[in-house]
């Protein structure tokens, strides 16, 4: 046997005896550890069907203004719109009404009929609009529609319907209005979703609730109190239940009512039952004050001894039950029917600074929370497929579950929307969600996956629709290759002054972010075997670091004042190691003024990934305790879509910030808030894949003052694990490979599990 050999059998055995000790971990996801059960995969076969959509905030006697463009390459002659609304609407094709429902007696459920009108006649070749006005009496709002042509359907209502709160110009029906400047439709309901699905009546095709492979878990609440009346948020006083609840009218006469809490942020619905009869009305929040002030979801219900009562689905942590002053005594059962997708925790993080632990595992459920028919943003509104909260979210997914099935059922379906229905080898309808950096998102969310999972397969598939995708943007740059907008799409970056709207700075933002998605398409493309288009998506993300560099000129040092378009800078490589250095100085410090407007926890995913990537890993790991750690301090069990430290703490979700707005409606369970659980994971234990599946990775980790870090990261070819220990003589790094994984660490490539001692 050789030296080197038997060097390398004792570093093995020695490793082999390491410890990776890991404390009970501090999650509050009430199904970790649950066994999960081989998934029900047979619903992504069945074609994709509508959504019942309206705005992000509903309204008594609200009218709103819905319209959707799309292209015919010829004029068809037999076509169907399929079309309801709770309460009423009215629909046009090409400006002509076809059809519409109006109040009168016993129109309680006029919304569960849908209505069908030949619309052939009206459409034509290349530009066609459909366009829905949807007015609301009370309670849950939305519009449903779908258009078939010779029996095919060809336009569902969706995220990507336009829509609007204010009486449109006159000629906003037709195919030559343009919609810019109205803002996408928010996703209530799959057309089978509560409330209105089971109820639903002449819909062309089967009606189908919740997909087969999720998950329902009962869960009683933990806290009660009493409300002295309804929309009362003076001080509660808490109680503690086991779900039974037998309560004397508290307060003689009128509506009266309690408000529970499950303790954590849970997704599915109320469900309440009683030994007799009665009435109740249950108002959902993802806070306390949110459940009794401005219910997300407000649901009546008669319950008997054999008919329960439920809530819509949706996400809460809280339950407002408001009960009519006839209820003079009430004797119910509570629980809460939470829904959710099977998935192991693979991955794990700890360390000797137990809120950083704390955060890890937030993020990670809150990842977990929005796992649902697909991967949404929230799971309480938007309910949605959004790609930037996919690529934040889904990394998160991919460090900690290593998911193959949601995750490609997902990005399919992004993908596709674009598309438009049209063959991947032409040129899509759209931007992924009609948002430039949202295709940027696509693509690095593909290469992420990859780089995690290495389903080769799924990637091969995905070939065409990335270089599409890619000529697609071609179409938005000016003469000189810089990013313009020429298609006159939202051009979102992020909920911050500038960056939510068609400027400079989220033009340049988003320039930048093309530029790393050209460099991780060349990364797939070469994977494939592709390198004739890997080298040209490659010399082309040159060009445009070159066109940008000229674009703000040779002397510039940063590319403005704002933390969003510099970090992302940083983030894709267009900026220089000298600019990179003066962007630390001038913005990305928290000392500097910069810090003075708002990012969102979605942008600040980003901020602290350039922050570490200029040399201060150290100062984004203190704004991660302050930040991500501050949400938990103020109360968070997931992370929320808007925060700043500096906000209002009384009654504090009427404050938070999002979607140009401030109130109840910001979700307090947002997957584009968990980028923290990356960073811990990438940044910290330093685990980061290189090649495709993990085949090679980086291990860099950098301990910024803890005393000791330790965690696992899954790979298709089994776990890393990782201990990192603080030394007087540096940091003794312990790792377990397994086969088919290899390791470079400090320069030097590592094939095997191994312990060394790093430098401080």
Request: glycine share 8%.
């Amino acid at each position: 046997m050789s030296l080197h050999r038997a060097q390398c059998c004792l570093l093995v055995l020695l490793v082999s005896t390491l410890s990776f000790p890991q404390s009970k971990p501090p999650t509050i996801d009430p199904t970790y550890g649950f066994p999960v059960p081989k998934l029900n995969t047979e619903a992504v076969k069945l074609p994709p069907d509508a959504d019942w959509v309206w705005t992000r905030e509903t309204k008594d006697n609200q009218t709103v203004w819905f319209r959707k463009s799309f292209e015919l390459t010829d004029a068809p002659a037999h076509a169907t719109l399929y079309a309801t609304a709770d309460n009423y609407f009215d629909a046009y094709v090409n400006g002509h009404e076809v059809g519409k429902t109006e109040k009168g007696k016993d129109t309680d459920y006029l919304w569960a009929q849908v209505h069908h009108y030949d619309v052939g006649q009206y459409l034509q070749k290349g530009t066609n609009v459909i366009a829905i006005i949807g007015t609301n009496d009370s309670s849950a709002a939305g519009i449903l529609a779908r258009l078939e042509i010779d029996g095919k359907p060809v336009l569902f209502t969706d995220y990507n319907w336009r829509q609007m709160e204010t009486q449109p110009p006159a000629d906003w029906m037709l195919p030559t209005y343009s919609d810019a400047g109205w803002t996408g439709a928010l996703r209530i309901a799959s057309v089978g979703g509560d409330p209105w699905g089971s109820k639903l009546q002449g819909w062309p095709v089967e009606v189908r609730a919740a997909a087969p492979y999720l998950q329902h878990l009962s869960l009683r609440p933990v806290l009660f109190s009493g409300i002295t009346k309804p929309g009362d948020i003076r001080a509660l006083r808490w109680l503690d239940t086991n779900g039974t609840l037998r309560i004397t009218n508290l307060q003689g006469e009128g509506d009266w009512g309690v408000v529970v809490d499950f303790g954590k942020e849970l997704t599915g619905r109320v469900q309440i039952n009683a030994e007799f009869a009665v009435q109740l009305q249950i108002g959902t929040g993802e806070s306390s004050s949110e459940a009794i002030v401005r219910p997300w979801t407000t649901t009546t219900v008669d319950i008997s001894p054999d008919k329960p009562g439920y809530s819509t689905y949706t996400a809460c942590r809280y339950a407002a039950l408001i009960f009519p002053a006839s209820e003079k005594k009430v004797n119910i059962k509570v629980s809460y029917d939470h829904l959710y997708y099977p998935v192991e925790y693979k991955g794990s993080f700890d360390c000797s600074d137990p809120l950083l632990t704390k955060i890890w595992y937030t993020g990670a459920y809150t990842a977990h929370s929005c796992m649902q028919q697909d991967i949404w943003d929230a799971p309480k509104r938007d309910r949605m497929r959004w790609m930037g909260d996919l690529h934040v979210s889904g990394e998160v997914i991919n460090n900690v579950f290593a998911d193959k099935f949601l995750m490609e059922h997902t990005l399919s379906l992004l993908r596709s929307d674009a598309q438009g229905g049209k063959p991947f080898t032409e040129l899509p309808n759209d931007h992924v969600n009609d948002i430039p950096g949202y295709s940027c998102a696509w693509v690095c969310g593909l290469a992420d996956f990859y780089r995690h999972v290495g389903d080769q397969d799924y990637i091969n598939q995905q070939h065409d629709a990335l270089i599409s995708l890619l000529e697609y943007f071609r179409a938005e740059l000016d003469d000189s290759g810089f990013f313009a907008n020429k298609k006159g799409k939202w051009p979102f970056v992020d909920w911050a002054p500038e960056f939510d709207k068609d400027t400079p700075q989220a033009r340049a933002a988003t320039h930048f972010f093309f530029v790393k998605a050209l460099r991780e398409a060349s990364f797939l493309l070469k994977s494939m075997g592709d390198t004739a288009n890997a080298d040209k998506y490659n010399a082309w993300a040159d060009e445009l670091t070159k066109t940008a560099q000229a674009h703000f000129g040779s002397g510039a040092s940063t590319f403005s004042d704002r933390r969003q378009d510099n970090s992302m800078a940083i983030y894709s490589g267009v900026a220089t190691p000298e600019q990179t250095s003066a962007i630390w100085n001038a913005v990305l410090n928290p000392k500097s003024p910069a810090w003075n407007i708002m990012a969102t926890p979605y942008y600040n995913n980003y901020v602290i990934y350039a922050m570490s990537m200029s040399g201060h890993t150290q100062e984004a790991l203190d704004f991660v305790r302050s930040y991500w750690g501050g949400m938990i301090h103020d109360g968070a069990t997931t992370f929320w879509e808007g925060y700043d430290p500096s906000w209002e703490k009384d009654n504090f979700h009427a404050h938070l910030q999002a979607d140009d707005g401030t109130g109840y409606f910001v979700s307090l369970c947002h997957g584009w808030s968990a980028g923290s659980t990356n960073f811990l994971t990438e940044r910290i234990l330093g685990v980061r894949p290189t090649a495709v599946g993990f085949a090679t990775c980086d291990i860099a980790p950098e301990l910024c003052g803890l005393k000791w870090a330790s965690g696992v990261v899954p790979t298709p070819h089994g776990d890393i694990k990782v201990s990192v220990k603080q030394r007087t003589n540096g940091v003794l790094l312990s790792v377990v490979l397994p086969d088919g994984v290899k390791a470079r660490v400090a320069g030097h490539e590592h094939g095997a599990s191994f312990s060394i001692t790093l430098p401080n």
